[in-house]
């Protein structure tokens, strides 16, 4: 469960956000009525089919990454640590990088790659 708050944290308080402006305007004196129950239903249904949505894909990414990575694939990761240099970082299971608990590490960079922002080359 922690793994989807830390996956779909912001777009859950984006969500949040939107329900309460949702309320906002639906309590407007030019709504009609019934206009707030149908407003939160109607959005809380889409927010949290687009949010599973969103989860699914990128759990089944992260298998695929994790997988290919086991199989000898190249994967690239983004590269926010330098700005100048490549957006992206190149990844194999050639003894310098290892894959634990969803992060790519190398002794040789500073931070850990996050395995959801990495796809398969």
């Given at each position: 469960?922690?793994?989807?708050?830390?996956l779909e944290g912001a777009y859950l308080f984006f969500a949040f956000?939107?329900?309460?402006?949702?309320?906002?305007?639906?309590?407007?004196?030019?709504?009609?009525?019934?206009?707030?129950?149908k407003g939160i239903i109607w959005v809380s249904l889409f927010l949290?089919?687009?949010?599973?949505?969103?989860?699914?894909?990128?759990?089944?990414?992260?298998?695929?990454?994790?997988?290919?990575?086991?199989?000898?694939?190249?994967?690239?990761?983004?590269?926010?640590?330098?700005?100048?240099?490549?957006?992206?970082?190149?990844?194999?299971?050639?003894?310098?990088?290892?894959?634990?608990?969803?992060?790519?590490?190398?002794?040789?960079?500073?931070?850990?790659?996050?395995?959801?922002?990495?796809?398969?080359?």
């Open positions: 469960m922690s793994e989807f708050f830390k956000v939107i329900l309460v402006v949702t309320v906002f305007v639906a309590t407007r004196p030019f709504m009609g009525k019934g206009a707030l129950k949290a089919l687009a949010i599973a949505l969103h989860f699914y894909i990128t759990k089944s990414r992260m298998l695929e990454v994790a997988t290919a990575y086991k199989n000898g694939k190249e994967i690239l990761c983004e590269n926010r640590i330098y700005r100048k240099g490549a957006n992206f970082i190149n990844i194999k299971d050639n003894g310098e990088w290892s894959l634990k608990n969803d992060y790519f590490m190398s002794p040789n960079y500073t931070r850990d790659f996050f395995i959801a922002r990495c796809i398969v080359k």
